[in-house]
């Protein structure tokens, strides 16, 4: 193909923020340890759809990494034409200094900014004073996205009804992109007339839902009367947990989760954490049903066509539901004895099958706006995208680490081999910097030790841990 030929076929050229593109097969081991998932599994599921939704024969779409480095605003502004940035609940305090790092990069960018499914993130009384404190974050990048683009997509009437009130009047509400992975097509079918003690029921849930939201009864009422409950976590600490049974992060304090090694479940090899999408979805259209507090969780199910039920714990997972007519139930009025298979005969599916389209063309009416095409319109429909993922062969979801055979060791050892040449080199490195300090030269940057020390510590006193 001519170098012109190329420069037709793809004009413009995207940078999406996403922790890997969903071409990128990444070993278990290393996924982990770059923190691919951007610390919860759910961001692959919007961010891989949108991915998908914005590759026309047009477009090339790039992967940020998830980073946000404001030194690399002017390559950004020579290489790309528009940065795209899938957001969840991005208005939380805690989320308040990548929010404003996130805003200093864009105030250096001169190409379009369009935000997609952003979200507030407060009680299920939609009380938002809990953000007062971050305001003037919150101002300040909405404020840098708008002068960028001609408005900005939120995921609910809670987010729109708070920036409206903060003065924003270009607010849409488009949900989240990852319920499009399919476009304007979503089928979810109960296969079985009621569940029974065999059917294969999905749960998830966060650690606080289990901790201080009565979530942990729920699973193990459920444990006990279906063999066939397996349990879907999310966190990176969960994967952690499942494949070195690390329990170094604070996470790890709530063992009624049953990612945490003394949980009965884990002991039954009934808990995943998946690194990649595609595998977490293919697994769930084996299940007759998905219910928990994680919105991505049963996302994936829905786009699995299996019925799923959110437990909504906050204003960020209510309002989505809401606004796609995903089956919920409050997390805070559920009755002591609640049973997965009155959750799977009471949810109706009716409104959120036929009010999807009407949706998809509301949010691709949103891209049009921002000078976006996607695949469905502008496109083959993600066909070649859908092509090269299968041509792929992804990792399986991770597993709890309950063998100690020779095939479960060798991936693990092989990497933190590979971690210990890492050190070498840059032990070697650092010798070389420390001996120009004693002719008369600079000292080395600290990040070259403490980079040193991460690589390998924190992985080689977890094999250890977990080898007793």
Partial sequence: ????????????????RSGKSPYDVVPVEEALHRDVIATNSGNLIFSDAMHKILETPRAEVVSNGIRTDVSAASRINEEYDAFVVPLANAFRPSFEAQLKRLTRLIGKLRIPVIVVGV????????????????????RDFVSAVLDRSASIGVRGEFTEKYLNDLGFRDVEVIGCPSLFLWGKELTVTKREPALVPGSRIAVNGSHSAVKSQGLDRVITRAHARYPGLRFIGQ????????HWRDLSDPNSL?????????????????????????????????????????????????????????????SRTLELCRYFGIPHRRIDRLPEDLDPAALYEEADFGPLMSGHQERFERFTGFLDRNGLENTFTHGEGGAAFEAHMRSLSFPAGIRPWNDADLTSLTSRFGFLQSRVG??????????????????????????????ARRVVGAPIRRALKSGR
């Fill in 119 to 138: 979200g507030a993130q407060a009680g299920l009384g939609y009380n938002p004073a809990r953000l007062k404190g971050i305001e003037p974050a919150v």
């Fill in 235 to 242: 966190n990176l600490s969960d994967a952690r947990q499942l």
């Fill in 254 to 314: 709530v063992t009624a989760i049953p990612t945490h090694p003394d949980h009965p479940m884990y002991r039954e090899d009934k808990v995943r954490v998946y690194i990649d999408p595609v595998t977490w979805i293919d697994d769930l259209r084996a299940f007759d049903f998905s219910f928990g507090s994680r919105i991505h969780g049963n996302i994936a199910a829905l786009l699995a066509g299996t019925p799923a039920t959110v437990l909504c714990g906050d």
């Fill in 422 to 451: 890492e050190l070498a080199a840059d032990n070697d490195r650092l010798r070389r910097e420390l001996s120009r300090v004693g002719k008369g030269g600079t000292l080395p940057p600290a990040s070259v030790y403490r980079r």
């Fill in 1 to 16: 193909m001519s170098h012109t030929a190329h420069d037709a076929r793809r004009e413009k050229r995207i940078l999406l």
